[in-house]
Nanobody, 116 residues
C-alpha cells in the first residue's frame, strides 16, 4: 500500500523559509513523478511543483517560481520542497502527491502558516 507522509510545516514570519519533506513507502519510488500541491482556506487545491522520476525535470506554479525548489532523494524515498521568501498568501495545507498506474495517492498534509 502506497503511503506518503509529509512533515516540516509550521508557523513562519513573512520572508522566512521552511523545508517540507515527504516520505514515501509501498512503491518503487524512483520511477514515479512526484508533486507538491497546496490548498488555502476557501480555495481549490493547486499544483505547486512537480519533479520527474530521476529529478532532472521540474516545474513550478508561476506564484512560487524563484522562491520554491522541489528536489528528491531516490535512495531515501523522499521528496522535498524548500520554500524561501515566504509570503502570507503561501499559507495553506501542503500535500505530497503521486500517481501510480491509474491511482492517485495523497499524504495527510502539513500546515504552513506565514504570519507576523
Amino acid at each position: 500500500q502506497v503511503q506518503l507522509v509529509e512533515s516540516g510545516g509550521g508557523l513562519v514570519q513573512p520572508g522566512g523559509s521552511l523545508r517540507l519533506s515527504c516520505a514515501a513507502s509501498g512503491m518503487i519510488f524512483s520511477i514515479y513523478t512526484m508533486d507538491w500541491y497546496r490548498q488555502a482556506p476557501g480555495k481549490q487545491r493547486e499544483l505547486v511543483a512537480t519533479i520527474s522520476s530521476g529529478g532532472r525535470n521540474t516545474n513550478y506554479a508561476d506564484s512560487v517560481k524563484g522562491r520554491f525548489t522541489i528536489s528528491r532523494d531516490n535512495a531515501k524515498n523522499a521528496v522535498y520542497l524548500q520554500m524561501n521568501s515566504l509570503k502570507p498568501e503561501d499559507t495553506a495545507v501542503f500535500y505530497c502527491h503521486t500517481r501510480v498506474a491509474t491511482r492517485e495517492y495523497w499524504g495527510q498534509g502539513t500546515q504552513v502558516t506565514v504570519s507576523s
